[in-house]
């Protein structure tokens, strides 16, 4: 497969109004490894939501493509992020997932560090080393070559000459700051995480996270179940209790659209048809009287999911969800998902948004093992032939236009395409060109 | 824990078993019909690297159900229109170390140990593990349950988690 260009996977004549990708880019082995070097190795990789890092020496462990790497709050209150490696002989620094190390020791060897990645500890130091050894093997923590934070989300990325941070997010941004503007006092990442396995390449789950055509299908399943508890339950008295099932069955009735944001983000929405039911129409007034109606509409009563090239999404259409997929081997994919949510949301608002993000986006609700089973027979189906076979991403291509529609106007964001409904491919293009650019090391 | 009540033990030890048989043997009505119908269903969350989410207002659970939420799982594996939970897996659940305790108000606290074991042709087998805390009630009938709190031990979970599997 090394030397085999990337062209040969995604078939993009836009003269010809053609957009295929070959199934063997999800199933082939040998693109594997190309891709954790000229994807993981180069893109800036998600890591943690700063509210996980609260104090002082508190870390959270996370992965540039297969390089484990952990973010750390330093003594100076900067988050930093390091290989998760000892200097002196590689082992792993941290205990667990998450936790606070103000002094992070070596548990092999004992060597010692500051929460700012300064030595402070070899054993041996005045007897067994000689200065010029110590000079020579460098003692500090390794730092990721570049971190940084955008509004809250902090990525790392081991390319020291990668473009910065908010130029990768690019036209993204406006969408993720519909994220983290929820609240005056910040977002914070709830109690309760999950990692779960998804037995299929991870490239189906980017591609799931922003396809609006299967909702339909797949999750109309959630919607019926959710409606026949209401029914059950005989109609709950705060409308945030409920879960407006009709943007998954009545699509006729509902706006809905998705964007080609450039750099491989893509954006799919649709609007609610019940906004009450959205835990954060509580902040509706102060939201409305700091951002104005356009973008107030945008948080408020329209469903959005961003996904960030190549593997990160926020949700919040059933509920606020982070999501990250990290892949393991090709048919291998580990998902890690959270729950952010307003800081100071009521404790009713809090509750709502609980039990919509259990019934959506967990191994454990009515959606999410939907979703994985369908990723996993794509799959496996998708082996057939060898992946001698395309996926022709016609679907929506008629209505596919240049530049912003009025809704994206609406916010002032600036999509290279639009398309007036969700239940269209055309914004897989900007995943499968950013993968085909990034893969031939363009 | 204090002693020993052997004859509330095996009470109480009934009621587990015969909600594992219903389960295994996909009697789903049979099954509800051993809740109250005030009844909670809790799965807590992994939180960190050793707890788990414990309060379910604040913090994220796997399941957190009333008795509608557990007749709608129902609906939806009876609809058969999960991709996921169709079809069914087999499963064998193990229930063990059970100790009983009068907890006052016509209530029991009970605690045991779950294996359960998923097979599905397509998939991987699937081995569970975890605790069971049980309050029982007193009516009419017996005992029913009245809360349910599931601790899964899995903290990378494969495949689905559903009331029939944990």
Redesign the interface.
Same mark, same amino acid.
Do not use: H, K, Q
């Given at each position: 497969m090394t030397g085999t260009s990337a062209h040969a996977f995604v078939d993009d004549r836009p003269g010809d109004g053609i957009f295929r990708v070959r199934r063997a880019a999800f199933v082939e082995p040998g693109l594997f490894e190309r891709e954790m070097e000229r994807i993981f190795q180069r893109c800036w990789n998600y890591i943690c939501h700063d509210s996980q890092l609260g104090e002082r020496g508190r870390y959270v462990r996370g992965t540039v493509g297969r390089y484990p790497v952990f973010a750390i709050r330093g003594l100076d209150g900067t988050i930093r992020c390091f290989h998760d490696s000892c200097p002196h002989r590689g082992s792993m620094l941290t205990r667990g997932r998450a936790g606070v190390q103000p002094t992070i020791t070596c548990r092999y060897h004992g060597w010692a560090f500051n929460a700012d990645g300064k030595c402070i500890r070899v054993r041996g130091r005045d007897t067994g080393y000689s200065p010029e050894a110590l000079d020579r093997l460098g003692t500090d923590l390794k730092p990721v070559a570049r971190v940084a934070s955008y509004r809250g989300f902090v990525f790392a990325c081991i390319d020291p000459d990668a473009e910065d941070l908010e130029t990768f997010l690019g036209d993204a941004r406006p969408f993720i700051d519909l994220m983290a503007d929820q609240s005056e006092r910040g977002m914070e990442v709830l109690k309760g995480e999950s990692t779960y396995v998804m037995r299929a390449n991870w490239k189906l789950q980017t591609e799931n996270s922003t396809d609006g055509y299967h909702v339909a299908t797949v999750h109309r399943n959630f919607a019926h179940t959710v409606r026949q508890r209401e029914t059950l339950s005989g109609g709950a008295d705060d409308a945030r209790a409920k879960t407006e099932a009709s943007r998954i069955l009545d699509l006729e009735s509902i706006r809905s659209g998705g964007y080609d944001v450039g750099n491989g983000h893509m954006i799919n929405w649709s609007d609610r048809g019940s906004p009450e039911a959205a835990p954060l129409n509580e902040a509706r007034e102060a939201i409305t009287a700091r951002f104005g109606e356009g973008k107030a509409r945008w948080m408020i009563d329209r469903g959005r999911t961003v996904t960030i090239f190549p593997n990160f999404f926020l949700n919040d259409v059933a509920s606020t969800c982070i999501r990250l997929w990290r892949p393991i081997a090709v048919d291998l994919t580990e998902i890690d998902t959270w729950c952010l949510a307003p800081v100071g949301e009521t404790a009713e608002a809090r509750r709502a948004r609980i039990r919509k993000y259990e019934d959506f986006f967990l191994p454990s609700s009515l959606a999410v093992p939907d979703d994985v089973r369908a990723m996993e027979v794509a799959h496996s189906g998708s082996l057939a032939a060898g992946g001698d076979a395309w996926n022709d991403l016609a679907l929506g291509y008629a209505t596919m236009v240049a530049g912003a529609d009025e809704a994206a106007r609406e916010l002032g964001a600036r999509p290279l395409y639009s398309n007036p409904g969700r239940e269209s491919e055309t914004p897989f293009y900007a995943f499968w060109r950013e993968w085909r650019r990034r893969m031939d090391g363009r | 824990m204090s002693g020993f009540d052997a004859a509330l033990t095996a009470e109480a030890a009934e009621l587990l078993y015969r909600e594992a048989w219903h389960l295994d043997r996909r009697e789903w009505e049979v099954w509800l019909a051993l809740y109250t119908d005030d009844a909670v269903f809790w799965?807590?969350? !992994?939180?960190?690297?050793?707890g788990?989410?414990?309060d379910?207002?604040?913090?994220?659970?796997? !399941?957190?159900l009333?008795r509608?939420?557990l007749?709608?799982?129902i609906?939806?594996i009876e609809?058969r229109?999960?991709?996921?939970?169709a079809p069914l897996p087999h499963t064998a659940h193990v229930v063990s170390n059970v100790r009983a305790t009068e907890a006052g108000d016509a209530e029991i606290e009970v605690s045991a140990t779950w294996l359960v074991n998923s097979f599905r042709r397509t998939d991987p087998p699937i081995l569970r593990a975890g605790r069971y805390a049980y309050t029982l009630r007193r009516v009419e009938a017996g005992l029913a349950i009245a809360r349910k709190t599931v601790y899964v031990l899995d903290?990378?979970?494969?495949?689905? !988690?559903?009331i029939f599997n944990i």
């Open positions: - | 799965a807590p969350a !992994i939180a960190g690297d050793e788990f989410s414990e379910p207002d604040n913090d994220v659970s796997l !399941i957190y009333d509608p939420g007749e709608a799982r609906f939806r609809g229109d999960s991709f996921a939970s903290d990378r979970i494969v495949g689905p !988690i559903d």
